[in-house]
């Protein structure tokens, strides 16, 4: 067994000088090291080529399940991380805890006849999505690169081929979980089955999912060409009743702009039919590309370079919160008064700059054929994940804390944002919030 000293990388960051006041590393190495294999070792922060040694590391089940129990048996709450984009408040609060960062257990395997996949826990969209595209497969995934996999599948998985083959969580065959006792088992359509049911729409809090085997697909023959399309508009009233993502970064304008960015199965000249009408706006400003599935997040700066995923490094320290309502159906007035409200709030100072409001839409056939009994995800009628997402800075570089009162003022204006939408959604049988979007305060 190999020990995953990812956990301690992370440890390191989230307690710092209180898990040296809670237990010293000596105890640690006497208490964890002698339930582990003889070949492994613990390297502690401070030890010498640490940051090198932790690149190299591998991980295991048993290693999550020894970082468990030991967690339990010295009382310490701890999290499980992969993609580390969650919006989860306890990672943004979280002290004195053990942080377990899946980014190691990352692996991905077909099975011999070419219907599945099986990843560990922590691997992310981007690694399998290439590791099935050179050998011809693809499966839904998150539309962003440096989202985890488990995590998105077990909220349900919303992307862009979903369309064709449901929701991330209907393309899971079995998985295998840790429990917070320690014990591993395999939860599929014949194993533990209630389980099977409710992991695949609230998975996350069940257990520490170590592997997943997804169902996967042959890329159909004539399907291999994408193509996008954006356009991009001052976010007026009168505009945001034609079109998508709205978004304020005073470094690109001074006022709000709209983007509409959309993605298609086939060469632009096929798109062109649905996205004529846009090109049409006066004063659209229009960019378009051809290429592979591949190139899809890239056009969308949704890549792993592109600032989505990035954004902690285009704007250090800004933190992002996010207000989802999801809704079954356009209500243009509420979506102006929405879009209204938040011109006005980030136009009232530079503190909100690069807030946007997320209009997302994916394709839903497969989704709403899919057998509703058959897992705990609720919200396949709500094609729109509406969500104003305020941009700020709140911690203090220098001492840490939070601003109490930007955190309050930022909660308030979301959900002012967000009743708008849930009331224009009334008459449609209400608003939920995708699970994954759900934000209480996220770095
Ligand atoms: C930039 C961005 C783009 C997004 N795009 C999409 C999208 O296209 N489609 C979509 O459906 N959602 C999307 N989301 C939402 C996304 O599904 C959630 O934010 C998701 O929780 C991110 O997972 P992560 O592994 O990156 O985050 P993490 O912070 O690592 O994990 C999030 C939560 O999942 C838990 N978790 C992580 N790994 C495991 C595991 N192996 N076992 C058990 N629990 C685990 C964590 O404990 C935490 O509670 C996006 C979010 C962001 C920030």
Redesign the pocket.
């Known amino acids: 067994m190999r020990l995953i000293l990812t956990t301690y990388v992370v440890a390191a960051r989230f307690v710092g000088a209180a898990w040296h006041e809670r237990e010293a590393e000596d105890s640690i190495i006497q208490a964890l090291g002698g339930k582990l294999d003889s070949a492994a070792n613990i390297v502690l922060p401070g030890d010498g080529e640490f940051g090198e040694r932790a690149k190299r590391w591998q991980a295991s089940e048993e290693d999550v399940q020894e970082t468990i129990r030991f967690a339990s048996d010295h009382d310490m709450p701890f ?10 408040s ?2 943004a609060t979280a002290k004195n805890m053990i942080q377990i960062s ?1 980014r190691n ?1 990352n692996t991905a395997e077909i099975s011999k006849d070419g219907s599945s996949v099986t990843v560990s ?2 691997i ?1 969209s981007k690694k399998l999505i290439d590791y099935l595209w050179t050998r011809g497969k693809q499966i839904v ?4 690169e ?7 599948a ?6 862009f081929l979903q369309g064709y083959y449901g929701l ?1 969580s209907d393309q899971i065959i079995s998985m295998r ?1 840790v429990f917070a006792s320690g014990e591993a088992v395999t939860v599929s359509e014949t194993m533990n089955v209630e389980l099977f049911w409710a992991m695949r729409g609230t ?3 069940f ?4 592997s997943m085997q997804y169902r996967i697909y042959n890329i159909p023959l004539g399907k291999e060409v994408w193509s996008w399309e954006a356009f991009t508009l001052p976010a007026t009233s009168g505009n945001v009743r034609k079109c998508g993502l709205v978004l304020m970064n005073h470094a690109v304008s001074e006022a709000p702009l709209i983007m509409h960015n959309i993605a298609f199965n086939g060469p632009l000249a096929e798109a062109r039919q649905y996205t004529q009408a846009y090109h049409d706006l006066e004063g659209v400003v229009a960019a378009s590309a051809e290429g592979t599935y591949l190139d899809v997040p890239r056009w969308m700066q ?1 890549d792993d370079a592109g600032f ?2 990035r ?1 902690r490094d285009f704007m250090p320290g800004v933190g ?1 919160m996010r207000f989802p309502a999801d809704v079954q159906a356009y209500n243009l007035t509420a979506l102006v008064a929405a879009v209204e409200r938040f011109v006005e709030i980030t136009m009232a100072g530079p503190e909100f700059a690069g807030s946007f409001m997320m209009l ?1 839409q994916y394709a839903s056939h497969a989704v709403m054929e899919a057998d509703s009994s058959k897992s705990v995800f609720a919200n396949k009628r709500d094609k729109l994940l509406l969500a104003p997402a305020l941009a700020y800075r709140s911690v203090n570089e220098e001492t840490g804390e939070r601003n109490e009162a930007l955190d309050e003022k930022v909660r308030r204006y979301g959900e002012e944002m967000r009743q708008l939408l849930v009331d224009g959604a009334e008459g449609m049988g209400g608003s939920h919030s ?1 699970v ?2 759900r934000t209480a305060a ?1 770095l």
């Open positions: 999290l499980a991380v992969s993609g580390t984009h969650g919006s989860t306890a990672a899946l257990l826990g922590g992310k995934t998150g539309a962003c440096c989202v985890g996999l488990a995590a998105v077990l909220g349900g998985g919303h992307g991330l979980v998975g996350h809090n257990g520490v999912v170590t949704i989505v995923c954004i992002v997302e995708y994954n979007m996220s």
